[in-house]
T-cell receptor, first 112, second 112 residues
Framework: DGGITQSPKYLFRKEGQNVTLSCEQN?????MYWYRQDPGQGLRLIYYSQIVNDFQKGDIAEGYSVSREKKESFPLTVTSAQKNPTAFYLC???????????FGSGTQLSVL | DAKTTQPPSMDCAEGRAANLPCNHSTISGNEYVYWYRQIHSQGPQYIIHGLKNNETNEMASLIITEDRKSSTLILPHATLRDTAVYYCIVRVLSNSGYALNFGKGTSLLVTP
């Protein structure tokens, strides 16, 4: 089946630690996105990438980093500089940057 | 950027039509209205989108007023599985490119 796979489903981070969230898609989509969702809130854009080897900051990029070395992969690293990382993280993709988004099932990140 | 306003919550009886309103009074002529829904702890799911004309697909209907300042998403025969948060989004051009900005949406509860 085609789709977007996020892993792991649950992740725990210790103080001062970097953690990486995986996002893989086999939809052959050019554009990929990372969103953060806090309890009872909407989604906020962290980073997005319209094409391989290129990405742009979203509204809340501080404390996060990404790479886009392959079309199908867009990993997100939550660095130790992100002081409030506990949230639900969602990855999405679209055919181009102008079409509807397809979302993964999300990763819940918590701080120990 | 065009903003949207949705009621925070609504109830609907199973089998009845669910009509979810959205105000977007500052929408510009080339901005589309998108609807997504998010079932608890899952990624949002695309429902429908439109520009000027009413649209219908297998999931829902979208009614856009002639002045485009508001729209209504209609689920013709709501089921318990339609209980979710529904997001009305206007596609804007911002420092996030054409990325969609999600607000808090409307929490729809379908009751037996």
């Amino acid at each position: 089946d085609g789709g977007i796979t996020q892993s792991p489903k649950y992740l725990f981070r210790k103080e001062g630690q970097n953690v990486t969230l995986s996002c893989e898609q086999n939809l052959n989509h050019d554009a990929m996105y990372w969103y953060r969702q806090d309890p009872g809130q909407g989604l906020r854009l962290i980073y997005y990438s319209q094409i391989v080897n290129d990405f742009q900051k979203g509204d809340i990029a501080e404390g996060y980093s990404v790479s886009r070395e392959k079309k199908e992969s867009f990993p997100l690293t939550v660095t130790s500089a992100q002081k409030n990382p506990t949230a639900f993280y969602l990855c999405a993709s679209s055919i181009t940057g102008y079409e509807k988004l397809f979302f993964g099932s999300g990763t819940q990140l918590s701080v120990l | 950027d065009a903003k949207t306003t949705q009621p925070p919550s609504m109830d609907c009886a199973e089998g009845r039509a669910a009509n979810l309103p959205c105000n977007h009074s500052t929408i510009s002529g080339n901005e589309y209205v998108y609807w997504y829904r998010q079932i608890h702890s899952q990624g949002p799911q695309y429902i429908i989108h439109g520009l000027k004309n009413n649209e219908t697909n297998e999931m829902a209907s979208l009614i856009i007023t002639e002045d485009r300042k508001s729209s209504t998403l209609i689920l013709p025969h709501a089921t318990l599985r339609d209980t979710a948060v529904y997001y009305c989004i206007v596609r804007v051009l911002s420092n996030s490119g054409y990325a969609l900005n999600f607000g808090k949406g409307t929490s729809l509860l379908v009751t037996p």
